[in-house]
Every structure is written in C-alpha cells, then in structure tokens.
C-alpha cells in the first residue's frame, strides 16, 4: 500500500498524523507493506517554528506542540516527512534538529506528481 498524505493547513498535522499513524498500523496488522508519505507545503511548514517542549509547558498551542513532539513516531515507524523547501524559504525557516530526518524537496508539487506516477494514492488532509 502506497499512499501520500498532503497537508498544507498548520491546524491539520494532528488529523494527517492520527491518519498516516493509522494506517500504517492497520496495514502492518493485515500483514500489508505500506509506504507513507506525509508532504507538508503552504502555511504546514510553519510547525517547524518553535521548540515544541518550550511551546506545551507554557501552553501554546498545546495541540501544535503535541503534533510537533508526535511527528518523532512517524519517523520512528519509518514513514517519509517531506517540507516543501519554497514555501519554507517564504517563511524564513530552516529545518529545527528534532525533525533532521524529513526530507526536503524543491517542489512539493512535484514530488507528490512524481509519487503519484509511481502508483501512490493521494489523500488530502
């Protein structure tokens, strides 16, 4: 199962991770292999402001925060996080330490045209 969820909506990373996360553990109880893409562009990227432990103990948007700290289990179950690098540079931000392990594409338009050639189902969050 090949599958790319887009989100592009800052107040949609704990609906796109609850999503990704569940079908990732559906498959692996189905014995099903699965290859999830998690692609952030537009004002998603913005998740990236901000130390998340910082931002829970003094209430910030503590939704925000737990999303943030949460995306550390999609890359422990080896799901793929990619930041749109444009619209990343339109917001002066560079990729914080904790997220090291997304990957960062020019275009993310691009690369969810090119996933979707490769037979990856698209699912907007």
């Known amino acids: 199962m090949k599958a790319i969820f887009h989100v592009n909506d800052l107040n949609k990373w704990t609906t796109t991770l609850n999503s990704a996360l569940n079908m990732h553990k559906v498959a692996k109880e189905n014995g099903v292999p699965a290859d999830i893409y998690i692609v952030s562009n537009g004002e998603s990227v913005l998740i990236m402001k901000g130390d998340?432990?910082?931002?829970?103990?003094?209430?910030?948007?503590?939704?925000?925060?737990?999303?943030?700290?949460?995306l550390q289990e999609a890359f422990e179950k080896k799901l793929h996080v990619c930041f749109c690098l444009k619209a990343m540079s339109l917001r002066d931000l560079s990729l914080p330490e904790d997220l090291g392990r997304a990957e960062l594409v020019a275009s993310s338009a691009f690369r969810m045209a090119e996933l979707q050639e490769q037979g990856y189902a698209y699912i907007k969050s």
């Open 52 to 70: 998340p432990e910082e931002m829970s103990a003094e209430g910030k948007d503590p939704a925000l925060a737990a999303a943030r700290l949460r």
